[in-house]
């Protein structure tokens, strides 16, 4: 079965030689302005290169430019480098795609400055030549925004959903997804995602999120990016870890309730006051937060699992940096 549509697949006209070049210079960008958080704002990364002094880049802002033009990219030569005009009639709100699409163009004009494109002028390529260029700059622009593997990862609420999650046009995201062959992810089921960090490992008898704390609502397990956050400490039956995670003893009575070596918890309990709360449930190991009570669990606050926006940030940058 074909998940993608013909008329619209712009990936086939690329070369291979086109494709590494895109992904050579992209994993090149990524690492150069330490892109670590999405959606990205490309606003605010046209503010982030130009302040690296990294690349010769000034940008300008205008709102005398034809209504067609979202922003522009030139190239001035050596001594003044490249500009960025913004027309900013087209900036507003990101919740709509209309503006969205705004924020499309930036990376696509940036795109042009990375791929080489604006060293030859433009009066001197074809016309052939300008469409491959801008073919080129629009896969960049979209391995930028949209991630695969982010992407893959996604729930699918909606289109509307996805295209705001990624602050990309609904436009955009339809050709991202279908140069990836994807169209099935529209019609995908969705499973409860918190809004707030992205974790997907929600029990039925949470009330709260075991990553970020977040109150779990019927609105806030409407999450669009999924994380995937790791479990450091595999349990048993009684949700008793196995391996002490400071002394790495193994030995362990079938009563006992602290590593007899150090006395760490073997379970990662709420470390919230018992006598308020009454809640000695016991969550998984890898829980920041109590998914009964909220309140932050052993194991977090004896740190030993990193902070939930770290690693989230780690997860982002081993999905997108390859």
Same mark, same amino acid.
């Given at each position: @079965? ?12 690329? !070369? ?10 992209? &994993?090149? /960008?990524?690492?150069? %302005?330490?892109?670590?958080?999405? +959606? ?19 940008? @300008?802002?205008?709102? *005398? ?6 922003? &522009? &990219? ?7 480098? %490249? ?14 795609? =209309? ?21 030859? +002028? ?46 990309? !046009?609904? *436009? ?15 019609? =995908? ?6 809004? *707030? $960090? ?5 029990? +039925? ?20 990016? *999924?994380?995937?956050?790791?479990? +450091? @400490? ?13 002394? #790495?003893?193994?030995?362990? !009575?079938?009563? &006992? ?9 073997? /379970?990662?309990? $709420?470390?919230?006051? #018992? ?28 740190? /030993?699992?990193? =902070?939930?926006?770290?690693?989230? !940030? ?9």
């Amino acid at each position: @079965m074909k998940y993608f549509d013909e008329r619209y697949l712009t990936i086939n006209k690329l !070369s291979e030689n086109s494709k590494h070049l895109i992904r050579i210079r992209l &994993a090149e /960008f990524l690492h150069t %302005y330490n892109i670590k958080e999405y +959606p990205i704002n490309c606003v605010e990364l046209l503010d982030t290169i130009i302040n690296s002094n990294k690349l010769n880049l000034e940008k @300008m802002e205008n709102d *005398q430019l034809s209504h067609n033009v979202d922003a &522009a &990219a030139e190239y001035y030569g050596e001594e003044y480098g %490249y500009c960025i005009v913004l027309n900013t009639r087209k900036r507003g709100s990101f919740r709509y795609s =209309s503006y969205r699409r705004f924020n499309f163009t930036i990376a696509h004009e940036i795109a042009h400055i990375i791929l080489g494109h604006l060293l030859i +002028p433009r009066r001197l390529k074809s016309k052939k030549h300008l469409d491959h260029d801008d073919l080129e700059a629009d896969e960049f622009a979209g391995r930028l925004l949209v991630p695969e593997r982010l992407l893959i990862k996604s729930n699918f609420i909606s289109r509307e959903a996805v295209a705001a999650e990624f602050l990309v !046009s609904d *436009q955009a995201l339809f050709k991202r997804v279908n140069n990836l062959k994807r169209l099935d992810l529209f019609s =995908s089921i969705p499973v409860a995602t918190c809004k *707030q $960090c992205g974790n997907t490992d929600i029990s +039925p008898i949470a009330e709260f999120c075991i990553i970020c704390g977040n109150e779990l609502t019927s609105s806030n397990v409407k999450g669009v990016k *999924q994380i995937e956050y790791t479990v +450091p @400490m595999e349990l048993d039956h009684n949700s008793r870890i196995i391996i002490c995670p400071i002394c #790495k003893n193994e030995e362990m !009575s079938t009563t &006992a309730s602290f590593c007899r070596i150090c006395g760490t918890s073997l /379970f990662n309990e $709420c470390n919230g006051d #018992k006598y308020q709360t009454n809640c000695y449930h016991k969550n998984p190991s890898n829980a920041r937060y109590c998914e009964i009570c909220g309140k932050q669990t052993i194991y977090s606050k004896e740190n /030993f699992l990193l =902070s939930w926006q770290e690693e989230r !940030s780690e997860y982002i940058v081993n999905s997108t940096h390859r």
